[in-house]
C-alpha cells in the first residue's frame, strides 16, 4: 500500500501554494462570520429572524423579510457545493498531516457533517421546523472550530522542521 507523503516534505513551491490557499480561503471564512454575526446576532432567534423574516415584531430594531424558497434554495446549494469543496481539500492536506486517532477522524469527516446540518437545517428552518436554528447554530459552530483548527493543523505541519527526509 502506498502511503501518503507528508506534508513536511513537499516541494517548497507546493508549501507557498497552499499557504496562500489556506490564507485567502480563511480570509473568506472570517470574512463570512462576521457577516453571520451582522445577520443574526449569533442567536437562535437572530437565525429565526434571518430566514423567516420579523415583519409582525413592530419593536424590532431592524425589520427583516422572509426570504423566498428561491433565496434560500440558492443559499443552500451555493454553500453545500462551495463548502463541501472547502472541506475536502482541506481534509486531503490533513491527511498529509502525522496526525492520527480521534483528531484526525475528527477533522476529515465533522465539517462535511456540519455543511449538511447547517444549510440542510436551514432548509429545514424555513419549511417551519423551528428547533432547527439550535441545530444550525451547534452545527455552525462545530463547523467553524473544525475550520479553524484544520488551517493551524495543517500550517503547523507545512513549516515544522524536520531532520528526516522519507
Given amino acids: 500500500m502506498n502511503k501518503i507523503p507528508s506534508i513536511q516534505f513537499f516541494p517548497r513551491e507546493i508549501k ?14 472570517l470574512s463570512a462570520l462576521q457577516f453571520v454575526n451582522l445577520t443574526t446576532d449569533g442567536n437562535p432567534k437572530g ?3 434571518n ?13 427583516k423579510f422572509a426570504k ?9 446549494h ?10 475536502f481539500i482541506l481534509a486531503l492536506l490533513i491527511s498529509t498531516t502525522p496526525i492520527k486517532s480521534f483528531w484526525r477522524s ?13 444549510f440542510g437545517g436551514i432548509y429545514l428552518l424555513f419549511k417551519g421546523i423551528l428547533w432547527m ?15 479553524i483548527v484544520s488551517v493551524l493543523v495543517i500550517l503547523f505541519w507545512l513549516y515544522k522542521k524536520t531532520d528526516k527526509i522519507p
Fill in 51 to 63: 430566514y423567516l423574516g420579523n415583519e409582525e415584531d413592530l419593536e424590532a430594531a431592524e425589520m
Fill in 16 to 29: 507557498v501554494l497552499i499557504a496562500l490557499f489556506l490564507i485567502v480561503v480563511s480570509t473568506g471564512f
Fill in 106 to 118: 475528527f477533522l476529515l469527516i465533522e465539517p462535511l457533517i456540519s455543511v449538511l446540518l447547517t
Fill in 133 to 147: 436554528k439550535y441545530v444550525i447554530m451547534v452545527s455552525g459552530l462545530l463547523m467553524t472550530f473544525s475550520f
Fill in 47 to 49: 437565525i429565526e429572524e
Fill in 68 to 76: 423566498s424558497e428561491r433565496q434560500i434554495l440558492n443559499i443552500v
Fill in 78 to 87: 451555493t454553500h453545500v457545493l462551495a463548502m463541501g469543496m472547502l472541506f
